[in-house]
């Protein structure tokens, strides 16, 4: 996992996590445990099934920044999924981290 030289305390960001990974029936409330262990209810889950894969984007609109890389490792880690591509705008300023 890459680590980013910088932190985010006591900010937010706006996130976009688009998944894919095999489809399952059981996968989608999977993709819901990250969130729900944080007490974070995302804004929008759709998901999509073409050629054979599960395409599924979860957004939020205002996620605690010092969540988002836990919950993208949670995403990650999930059994089936494929790849993860995040996309976040940060609100307020960024604190860098010593090397």
Do not use: Y
Not at 54 to 74: C, F, K, Q, W, Y
């Amino acid at each position: 996992m890459l680590t980013a030289p910088w932190t985010l305390v006591g900010r937010h960001a706006s996130v976009r996590f688009t998944l894919v990974a095999d489809p399952c029936p059981g996968l989608l409330p999977r993709l819901m445990q990250p969130f729900a262990k944080r007490d974070l209810m995302p804004d929008v889950l759709e998901s999509r099934l073409a050629h054979g894969m599960l395409r599924v984007d979860i957004a939020m609109d205002s996620m605690p920044a010092e969540m988002v890389h836990l919950v993208e490792g949670n995403l990650r880690q999930t059994v089936g999924v494929r790849s993860v591509t995040l996309r976040q705008e940060i609100t307020g300023g960024v604190r860098r981290s010593a090397a």
